[in-house]
């Protein structure tokens, strides 16, 4: 399946949902759970350290040196998934990413609040894309500068496989996020693969 342009102002965001096969998926959803090393980092949340609300991994080349939420982070090196996984979201994306942030959300209670990837290592209109394992969660949109764009929040649900280009001037004008569900709900694992400025 092509990518398809979702029709939102002043933001550029494609969804392919069958990207991956199911089984693809599936394999690699298996393989990431037990071969990364995933952990739950401190953030600072209103000047108070609390534990983020999932678990993270970050790999990348050597120079790819990011600060994500006040956290700097080193990139831990591609694995053998995670560099197949590179080659076919930089073929479909049309655009080279030299690292990819993995977040697991255990169950409904995990979560990622309403921001925009506009670390300016990214530069101004970073192209990110995102591939989504496991557990369909529900991603949402909603732009900055609501009185302006006279847009709702815009919901979409991301299934295993599917892919999620945000580019153009996604990160600018617009927020996302994951909200919590209380409805029961397995593991999701999502990969936002990215490409930060080297200095
Ligand atoms: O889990 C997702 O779909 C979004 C992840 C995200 O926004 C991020 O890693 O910056
Ligand atoms: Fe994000």
Do not use: C
């Not at 949402?140 to 302006?148: I, S, V």
């Amino acid at each position: 399946m092509p990518l398809t342009l979702l029709p939102l102002p002043d933001a550029e965001v494609l969804l392919d949902p069958y990207f991956l096969t199911p089984a693809a998926a599936d394999d690699l959803l298996a393989e990431l759970t037990t071969s990364i090393g995933w952990r739950q980092e401190p953030i600072k949340l209103f000047g108070k350290e609390v534990l983020q609300p999932r678990l993270t991994a970050w790999h990348g080349d050597p120079a790819a040196r990011y600060s994500y939420s006040g956290l700097a982070w080193e990139p831990q090196p591609w694995t053998p998934a995670l560099q197949a996984l590179r080659v076919q979201v930089e073929a479909a994306a049309a655009t080279s990413f030299n690292s990819v942030l993995l977040n697991l959300y255990r169950a409904g209670q995990d979560s990622m609040g309403w921001h925009a990837d506009n670390e300016k290592e990214l530069g101004p209109a970073p192209v990110i894309a995102s591939v989504s394992l496991g557990a369909t969660r529900r991603f949402r949109l909603k732009p900055r500068d609501a009185a302006r764009t006279r847009h709702e929040p815009v919901s979409l649900e991301l299934p295993a496989g599917s892919l999620l280009l945000m580019r153009g001037g996604t990160q600018q004008h617009w927020l996302h996020a994951v909200p919590k569900t209380a409805q029961p709900v397995g593991p999701r694992l999502n990969l936002t693969f990215r490409q930060i400025t080297t200095t």
